[in-house]
């Protein structure tokens, strides 16, 4: 068996199978779509970042949201739009390299969203002590576990299958995952099979304490229409956050380990790359126009500029 072992150091994301003329079109279509995230992503981060009125819990883990989605989108776009204008090929290193980072993105976004629920239960349903429990110390601890845990966990889960033999070379996605690498090694890496579940079922675990918590606020709004108020502002982009957020990755996920390759290829590319494309756009817009001082904030930078340029022409007009 070991005589059929590719010794290739070089992989093929055979997700990509269109004409040259349709990967030009993809590029364009996915640089612009990129170009989007970023200016999304970096305008929340600087404006938090600039703004003291903003430096609370809920901006500051919406800082954090907004950064793990430039991180994680950093792992897929450079490398897809350059696949688009050549060969889709890629080294077993970068292979692991990408799968690792888009990985601890996606479990820092999920740890990142509990939080950001447990920071709105606590100020919604327990606003008296909202500062006695949300203080700098507990803020940065949570900030710091929800990037370490996630960078632990996938660490060693592609630690588990570093230097395992393969007997394939071709990955049916247009990025690569550790679960496409496993599938292609010529023995079942078990120490693989136990992180893996391991951290599904510890992630999940954040999605049923979200879900707890939505109820405990939901249960608690019901009440008070204060609270409504509160929960209207504040959690309604979260919910939509989550909700697109775990509706991606489990569409992923599922289709990943129990789905059938009989569907079409570009469904199945939709189906992979929903997770990199939607939740990264959604979560700066969404809370950039849902959120009172972020889109106030906002506004300001837009009608600052449009002064300074309307001053500019008024002085140019004088001087000319």
Request: charged fraction near 10%.
């Amino acid at each position: 068996m070991m005589d059929n072992v590719s010794a290739l150091p070089l992989l093929t994301l055979s997700g990509i199978t269109h004409t040259l003329e349709q990967r030009i079109i993809l590029f364009l279509l996915s640089l612009l779509w990129y170009l989007v995230i970023l200016l999304g992503n970096v305008v929340v981060v600087c404006i938090i970042i600039m703004d003291k009125s903003l430096h609370e819990p809920m901006y500051i883990f919406l800082c954090n949201l907004c950064i793990n989605g430039l991180y994680g989108t950093v792992g897929f776009y450079p490398k897809f739009l350059l696949d688009l204008l050549s060969s889709p090929v890629i080294s077993y290193a970068e292979c692991l390299l990408q799968g690792f980072v888009i990985h601890s993105s996606t479990c820092s976004d999920l740890s990142i969203l509990a939080i950001m629920a447990y920071d709105r239960y606590v100020a919604i349903c327990r606003p008296l002590v909202y500062h006695s429990i949300m203080t700098k110390q507990r803020i940065s601890a949570f900030l710091f576990f929800s990037w370490f845990i996630p960078l632990f966990c996938m660490f060693m889960n592609t630690a588990s299958i570093l230097g395992v033999p393969l007997c394939g070379s071709h990955i049916n996605k247009i990025y690569c995952v550790n679960w496409m690498v496993v599938q292609l090694a010529c023995t079942t890496p078990k120490a693989n099979y136990v992180i893996a579940y391991f951290n599904i079922l510890f992630y999940f675990l954040h999605a049923v304490f979200i879900f707890l918590t939505y109820m405990c606020l939901i249960r608690s709004c019901l009440s008070s229409q204060e609270k409504r108020g509160k929960f209207m502002q504040t959690c309604v982009p979260h919910l939509i956050s989550l909700i697109t957020f775990i509706a991606a990755i489990l569409l992923d996920l599922l289709y990943m380990r129990f789905g059938s390759t009989d569907l079409p290829q570009d469904l199945q590319n939709f189906m992979a790359i929903e997770i990199l494309v939607i939740p990264p756009v959604m979560n700066p817009f969404i809370y950039g126009f849902r959120l009172t001082k972020i889109r106030n904030r906002i506004l300001s930078l837009f009608h600052t500029t449009r002064k300074d340029v309307k001053c500019q022409e008024q002085t140019f007009h004088i001087t000319g």
